[in-house]
């Protein structure tokens, strides 16, 4: 053991760990406070219809990536000398997918009820989106296992952001320029993510920002045909958790939602615990199941406990300090909040367990069923939500999504006969997860 935890390898990929964990915490901390302030500043109103803008665009950010992330990255790690070929291709594509999303999101824009302002605050952060494009450099930084870099990109953007965020609110500035931030910070990630770049490689900083030269038509039919399928399972997952805050809006407005965001917002801050639960305990998951399906079993529904331990306890945390947090962070004018996040935040049990999920119907090349009970669970979502929004107000929504949730991530499996052995080990793991013993064994 001591071997092994002093190995060049396992240091490496330790490291690595704690620069992507590192930044995800900043955010978090940082997240919250300034979101807090920027909330304040705004208003229920005002931050609900930027919560709708943000809400409205990230239905369709899929087509940002075009699912080619993961893909490319593996590309990388297997054929290193055709970097620049996928690098330039995977440059050209995601630029076109950003302007086919600025396309789809105006054309969707007309099927609301948003009014000509309302769109400009869309219009303006979907329009930040084109510069996503030089994220493609960060595939590098993953292949080579530097996930130093991607974090100092990351939290010096972010701390640009933030400090852009502050300035606007002592300068007392109209909503359209908190909108602008999005831009900002993906201005800042181009200049970081093409200097580190640089850095690396030894090539020269201007030359990095004409990655379209080394576009590869063949390249590009390989990229599409591997992402397509991670490219509608991503529109159908952003659907599926925006799509309530778009029907608030449209329902009862942008006051109310201003409300709803703020409980969806600090429960989905702590997703990157669940990525990195699963992240780091995957690789031991797939290497079990070459030994035994036994073991295989054992490690995965240990997995799902460690996710459903960690969330119920952050959702037993939270359901006692919500009322604390959001008056002494967004102050009284967001106390209709409280009872949102209260119900909100156990649906986190849920996201966190189809974390670990996900990654077994991709290990039993079962995506597509995965996919089918994603798109059951947004139709039972907005078949509850419209059913009792009226009736209910806010907080049927909130027992919508917990609902859709559960039965997308955990009931669901008992639809088809090969994911019953899933909703099984799910079932051992929830019974377990306060067995002490079981995780030991």
Same mark, same amino acid.
């Given at each position: 053991?001591?071997?092994?935890?002093?190995?060049?390898?396992?240091?490496?990929?330790?490291?690595?760990t704690?620069?992507?964990?590192?930044?995800?915490?900043v955010?978090?901390?940082?997240?919250?406070?300034?979101?807090?302030?920027?909330?304040?500043?705004?208003?229920?109103?005002?931050?609900?219809?930027?919560?709708?803008?943000?809400?409205?665009?990230?239905?369709?950010?899929?087509?940002?990536?075009?699912?080619?992330? !993961?893909?490319?990255?593996?590309n990388?790690?297997v054929?290193?000398?055709?970097k620049?070929?996928?690098?330039?291709?995977?440059?050209v594509?995601?630029?076109?997918?950003?302007?086919? *999303?600025?396309?789809?999101?105006?054309?969707?824009?007309?099927?609301?009820?948003?009014?000509?302002?309302?769109?400009?605050?869309?219009?303006?952060?979907?329009?930040?989106?084109?510069?996503?494009?030089? &994220?493609?450099?960060?595939?590098?930084?993953?292949?080579?296992?530097?996930?130093?870099?991607y974090?100092?990109?990351n939290?010096?953007?972010?701390?640009?952001?933030?400090?852009?965020?502050?300035?606007?609110?002592?300068?007392?500035?109209?909503?359209i320029?908190?909108?602008?931030?999005?831009?900002?910070?993906?201005?800042?990630?181009?200049?970081?993510?093409?200097?580190?770049?640089?850095?690396e490689?030894?090539?020269?900083?201007w030359?990095?920002?004409?990655?379209?030269?080394f576009? &590869?038509?063949?390249?590009?039919?390989?990229?599409?045909?591997?992402?397509?399928?991670?490219?509608?399972?991503?529109?159908?997952?952003?659907?599926?958790?925006?799509?309530?805050? +778009?029907?608030?809006?449209?329902?009862?407005?942008?006051?109310?939602?201003?409300?709803?965001?703020?409980?969806?917002?600090?429960?989905?801050? !702590?997703?990157?615990?669940?990525?990195?639960?699963?992240?780091?305990?995957?690789?031991?998951?797939?290497?079990?199941?070459?030994?035994?399906?036994?073991?295989?079993?054992?490690?995965? @529904?240990?997995?799902?406990q460690?996710l459903?331990?960690?969330?119920?306890?952050?959702?037993?945390?939270?359901?006692?300090?919500?009322k604390?947090?959001?008056?002494?962070?967004?102050g009284?004018?967001?106390?209709?909040t409280?009872?949102?996040?209260?119900?909100?935040?156990?649906?986190?049990?849920?996201?966190?367990?189809?974390?670990? &999920?996900?990654?077994?119907? +991709?290990?039993?090349?079962?995506?597509?069923?995965?996919?089918?009970?994603?798109?059951?669970?947004?139709?039972?979502?907005?078949?509850?939500?419209? *059913?009792?929004?009226?009736?209910?107000?806010?907080?049927?929504?909130?027992?919508?999504?917990?609902?859709?949730?559960?039965?997308?991530?955990?009931?669901?499996?008992?639809?088809?006969?090969?994911?019953? @052995?899933?909703?099984k080990? @799910?079932?051992l793991?929830?019974?377990? +997860?306060?067995?002490?013993?079981?995780?030991?064994?």
């Amino acid at each position: 053991m001591k071997s092994f935890l002093k190995s060049p390898g396992f240091q490496k990929y330790f490291r690595n760990t704690i620069w992507f964990v590192l930044e995800k915490v900043v955010r978090l901390v940082l997240g919250v406070f300034i979101g807090a302030w920027v909330a304040r500043y705004l208003g229920p109103e005002e931050y609900g219809i930027l919560g709708f803008a943000i809400s409205f665009v990230s239905i369709f950010s899929a087509f940002t990536t075009l699912g080619i992330d !993961w893909v490319a990255v593996r590309n990388l790690i297997v054929a290193p000398s055709q970097k620049n070929e996928i690098m330039g291709t995977s440059f050209v594509l995601r630029f076109f997918g950003t302007v086919f *999303l600025l396309l789809l999101v105006w054309g969707a824009l007309y099927l609301t009820s948003a009014t000509k302002f309302e769109k400009s605050i869309v219009m303006v952060i979907a329009f930040g989106q084109v510069f996503t494009s030089y &994220s493609v450099i960060d595939y590098y930084f993953r292949a080579e296992v530097k996930a130093k870099r991607y974090t100092e990109v990351n939290l010096s953007s972010f701390i640009v952001a933030s400090v852009a965020n502050i300035a606007f609110i002592l300068l007392r500035l109209p909503l359209i320029w908190f909108a602008v931030v999005v831009t900002i910070e993906n201005i800042v990630k181009i200049y970081f993510f093409v200097f580190f770049y640089s850095k690396e490689t030894g090539t020269r900083f201007w030359q990095n920002f004409f990655l379209y030269r080394f576009f &590869s038509f063949d390249t590009a039919i390989s990229l599409l045909k591997d992402s397509w399928p991670i490219l509608i399972s991503g529109l159908i997952t952003a659907f599926y958790m925006k799509i309530d805050q +778009v029907l608030v809006k449209e329902i009862l407005g942008n006051q109310a939602l201003g409300y709803y965001s703020i409980a969806v917002r600090i429960s989905e801050a !702590w997703f990157f615990l669940s990525i990195s639960i699963t992240e780091s305990l995957y690789p031991a998951i797939l290497n079990a199941k070459k030994l035994s399906v036994d073991l295989y079993h054992s490690r995965l @529904q240990k997995m799902y406990q460690i996710l459903i331990l960690i969330a119920v306890l952050i959702a037993i945390f939270m359901s006692f300090a919500a009322k604390p947090i959001i008056i002494g962070l967004y102050g009284d004018m967001y106390a209709e909040t409280v009872g949102i996040l209260i119900i909100y935040i156990w649906s986190n049990v849920f996201m966190f367990l189809d974390g670990g &999920s996900w990654k077994w119907h +991709v290990t039993e090349n079962l995506q597509r069923i995965a996919i089918f009970r994603l798109l059951l669970g947004v139709i039972l979502n907005l078949f509850l939500s419209i *059913l009792f929004i009226k009736l209910y107000g806010l907080m049927s929504v909130a027992y919508a999504t917990l609902i859709s949730y559960a039965f997308a991530t955990y009931f669901g499996n008992l639809l088809v006969k090969k994911t019953r @052995q899933n909703f099984k080990l @799910q079932s051992l793991a929830i019974i377990n +997860v306060f067995n002490i013993k079981s995780y030991l064994q």
